[in-house]
């Protein structure tokens, strides 16, 4: 027999202020501690963000999460969270947004509504931050309703603001989806092996790394094509 988990019965805490952000003085091994601060606001106020669970026993949740990898996270939210790093380190918010678009396009209604309400959340706290770089003209597009503000797009965003590299960026966003969708869980563990945020953080990173040598390949193969006439 299967035990359930046991449910929590206390009311997330409110956060009642904006959050302030660490300076140019922040020491690179407190960067995960600050982003795991930042994102206390929309634990607080989430009941969950893309991924969503049901599940009150063990197996159950992990083959959720193992449909939410699969279904969602590789194919949608990995490229996105990358992209938007890289185009944010550019300082390209133009990129920025456009890939905010794209993911608003591709996720289902419920996810999608559930993912712009906690980036409004995290767009919020960090209101206060400075140096936001790329991450500062979006948010602007987002005050003057040009943009969807995905809480992937925006942490993408602070992460460059961090100097958090990809790897550490993926695994953190997981670890978050994970926290929202089972704070009301007492004891729901987080997964293991092939499942954990680190190991699904890493092969984001190699798709990602794969899919852009297959696009450099297209690309030689198209020069080559119009080199030849061919």
Known sequence: MITPFPISKKPPVPITGPLVLHDEKTTEENQLEWAHWLFQGVRARCASVVFHSPATE??????????????????????????????????DESGLLEGDSDLNNKLNEEPRGRSLAAGAILLHDTRGAKYQGALGKFRQQFVEGKASGHMASIWAGLAVMFQIPPAHMLSEYLRQEWLVATRDLVSAEEPHGALSFTGLAQGAVHQ???????????????????TSGT
């Open 58 to 91: 063990r197996l159950t949740l992990l083959s959720d999460w193992q449909d939410y990898v699969s279904e969602t996270f590789f194919p949608l939210l990995a490229p996105t969270l990358i992209k938007g790093w890289k185009l944010a380190q550019n300082g």
């Open 208 to 226: 990602c790394r794969l899919l852009a040598f297959d696009e450099s390949l297209r690309l030689v193969e198209r020069e080559q094509r119009l």
